[in-house]
Structures are given as structure tokens and as C-alpha cells.
């Protein structure tokens, strides 16, 4: 018992000074650049749709790559108000994606962030708006980068568009200035 004890009091000394070193990043003042990598999805074109990171897949004998990031600013500590810009290529079609939202780090190290995506999708009737909502953790690796992997899940604000959301599992990788 002494020894189970003794285990998670490390632990715990372990998370709160990756908090604590976390804090200086999250700061009021500073900027976030980041990109993730994207996995899961509802596969086809729109299953990448809210993508302003990276990506690579193959559909139907179609390849589906995609190139993009992220910026944000720490209006206090630990929020930031962020913005994104992403491109997809499906088989010659291209698709523009935005992205508004904020960040939120609670601790220091446990980011949620709530975000409108839409995309500009080439010939499309109707283009799709999301909204996400995601959550992670983020591993400090020294004073300026972070790497976050988290959860996130899509909701579809058009209906006409389509009524199914889209769940994923990110890699979030980020600079800290």
C-alpha cells in the first residue's frame, strides 16, 4: 500500500511540474503556431473537411492529401483566440478550409478548444460548417514546443450538407513564442 502510494504521489509531483513548466507557454501575450494530424474521419472528401493540418489517405483508388495550421493568441493565460487556414486536394478537386475559435489550457497542460471550421469546397452546391469541439493533452518539450494528442468530434451546422458528425483522434504538434 505504502508503495501504490508512494507511486501516485510521484505522478502527481510529475503532472504538476509539467504544469507548472507549462504555464510560461500558456502565458498571457504569447503566440501559438501549431498543425496536427488528423485520423479517423468519415473517410471520402468531407471526412476531411475541417482539416488545416496534415493528411494523406486514399479512397476509392482516389488520393486525399492535405496541407494547413493554425495561429493563436493568449488574450489571457491559458486562452488563446485562434484562427486556421487549410487546403485539400481530392483527385484535382480542391477544397479551402478556415478555422475560428479559442483554446482553452486548463493546468497549463490540458487543452479543449471550441472552433467553427467551414470549407470552400470547388463545384459543390452547398459547402459544409462545422462545429468542433476537442480536448487533449499537451507534453511540454522544453520552453517553446509541445506535442498534443486529443480527441475531437465535428458537428455538422448544415443539414442540407449532411446530418452525420465526424469523430477523430489528433497528433497536435505546436510552437510556443
Known amino acids: 500500500m505504502k508503495k501504490l502510494l508512494l507511486t501516485i504521489a510521484m505522478v502527481a509531483l510529475g503532472l504538476t511540474a509539467n504544469a507548472?513548466?507549462?504555464s510560461g507557454q500558456t502565458s498571457e501575450g504569447k503566440w501559438l503556431i501549431e498543425t496536427n494530424?488528423?485520423?479517423g474521419g468519415g473517410g471520402g472528401l468531407f471526412g476531411?473537411?475541417?482539416n488545416t493540418g496534415f493528411g494523406l489517405t486514399s479512397f476509392d483508388g482516389a488520393t486525399i492529401w492535405s496541407v494547413g495550421g493554425?495561429?493563436?493568441y493568449f488574450v489571457m493565460d491559458n486562452l488563446?483566440?485562434?484562427?486556421?487556414?487549410g487546403y485539400t486536394d481530392f483527385d484535382g478537386d480542391s477544397v479551402f478550409t478556415y478555422k475560428l475559435g479559442g483554446k482553452y489550457y486548463v493546468n497549463g497542460n490540458i487543452p479543449f478548444?471550441?472552433?467553427v471550421t467551414g470549407s470552400s469546397v470547388d463545384g459543390a452546391a452547398e459547402n459544409p460548417l462545422w462545429l468542433g469541439?476537442?480536448?487533449?493533452?499537451a507534453i511540454f518539450l522544453g520552453d517553446m514546443v509541445s506535442i498534443e494528442p486529443g480527441l475531437r468530434y465535428?458537428?455538422?451546422l448544415n443539414e442540407d450538407f449532411t446530418d452525420e458528425g465526424i469523430f477523430e483522434f489528433n497528433v497536435g504538434f505546436a510552437l510556443h513564442f
Open 48 to 50: 476531411h473537411s475541417s
Open 154 to 156: 465535428n458537428l455538422s
Open 37 to 39: 494530424t488528423g485520423f
Open 70 to 72: 493554425e495561429a493563436g
Open 133 to 137: 469541439l476537442q480536448g487533449g493533452y
Open 113 to 115: 478548444q471550441v472552433d
Open 80 to 85: 488563446a483566440v485562434k484562427a486556421g487556414l
Open 20 to 22: 507548472q513548466e507549462a
